[in-house]
């Protein structure tokens, strides 16, 4: 966050008083939130309110073949979402109040691998991957319901990968902001071996940050377990955030005197 | 910091995206320095662009008898500056991007002992004194310069002062916003008593935290001690603002989903 300084005269006693304002400039770093799928923008909405409370805008919204287009669900392919979230993006950054320099992008699962994909597209200062999920790079353009119907899936998700042989590893091993990523212990969904793949991919990231969330399952049934995430994702923010405004300052605040 | 909450519909492929914008609101918390006698606004600009960066409004100004109206120096009353700070406050509290119902006063030495006088006329929710100067009451409109002529001053501010025996401690004493004091370990101009007298009217406060600078002397006058000085009342307004921030959210904020 910036400040406009401007100065004042105060008016007093018939005298002037000399002020100077300092105000952050209405720009706020953007928090993006991509569900998982079969989610909803519900489930990212207090987390949001929370960010936005941190001085951040936010932005939750519904994948194509979800809520009011659920109509779509059996057809609706990764392509199209991919294309809902730079739709999503374009419209965040273009925002007044929203400093499109300086945007986190925070994924849960399906939404987690989609967020990676944008970040090859449009400019993602940090990323939040939370249990990502991880598909082939084959069948692009096909339903994305049926990806999950591979039977082999499972078994290739247990496996150990190298960055170059998928497209979300590639777009991880390209990343060069700040990473978050959020494995749950006891992820039903989401084998130990897709986290190291994604971990070991974002190799080049500013900075890395992993945490498991212990004893959770892949939809984090629990409030607790819940509640967990929320920390994590919120002091995650919090560091970001507050690291990119000392930056933002550090050219342009004079020595103390 | 309160967030509007707006939904959108954003188009994509002829389809419309169910989008939900939080934003914070243009108001920020407003942290008002007031310099020590002798002092001048510059002794807080840098503070103030630290503080602008935690999603503050700032204001820094110059006391009359000070810089452009140093003419005043000799005849400038207590009385005097007392309605230069109201008339800094006013100003400052009727600014656009100022929340007038979260304002922390900043007041060193003099400036502290205004500071806890504004509180008792205007609304002052956090306030924060670096060695706070203690006067008698007599002489309220005798120029301040003669004050520190008296030669018993030294040896008054050494006692211990029940808060009804004084104006600064019973504004004190009535305060119940949040105090920060913050003392010099080698001050040479206030007793170790002046901060005891101080920090026993507080007793009221909704929350107070007492700090001491190691071997600083009165005008912090080496960079370590300032920085010293900076850090705690930067991290007491970290935990001040995101504690506002949070209360403003509690109703709000829906259960986790």
């Known amino acids: 966050m910036k400040t406009r300084l401007d100065s004042f005269t105060i008016a007093v006693d018939g005298e002037g008083l000399s002020g100077t304002l300092l105000q952050p400039v209405t720009a706020y770093p953007g928090v993006l939130f991509v569900h998982g799928w079969g989610g909803s923008q519900q489930h990212d909405l207090a987390r949001a309110r929370d960010a936005a409370a941190l001085g951040c805008a936010c932005l939750t919204f519904d994948l194509r073949g979800h809520e009011a287009t659920a109509r779509h669900r059996e057809t609706v392919t990764r392509a199209d979402n991919l294309t809902d979230l730079v739709a999503a993006y374009d419209w965040f950054a ?86 978050l990523l959020v494995a749950s212990e006891r992820d039903e969904i989401i084998p130990e071996a897709v986290i190291d793949n994604y971990r070991a991919a974002c190799a080049h990231a500013r900075s890395l940050t992993v945490r498991v969330i212990a004893g959770a399952d892949h939809a984090l049934s629990t409030k607790t377990m819940r509640h967990a995430y929320t920390g994590l994702l919120l002091n995650w923010l919090t560091e970001m955030i507050a690291g990119a405004r000392s930056d933002a300052f550090s050219e342009a605040a004079p020595h103390d005197a």
């Open 94 to 179: 273009s925002q007044r109040h929203v400093d499109a320099a300086s945007i986190a992008v925070v994924g849960i699962s399906y939404g987690g691998y989609l967020a990676t994909l944008l970040s090859t597209v449009r400019p993602v200062r940090w990323l939040a991957l939370r249990a990502p999920a991880l598909y082939k790079d084959e069948g692009w353009t096909l339903p994305k319901c049926e990806l999950n119907g591979d039977p082999r899936l499972r078994d290739w998700r247990s496996r150990p990968l190298h960055w170059e042989a998928n497209r979300a590893l590639r777009a991880c091993a390209s990343f060069r902001g700040d990473v």
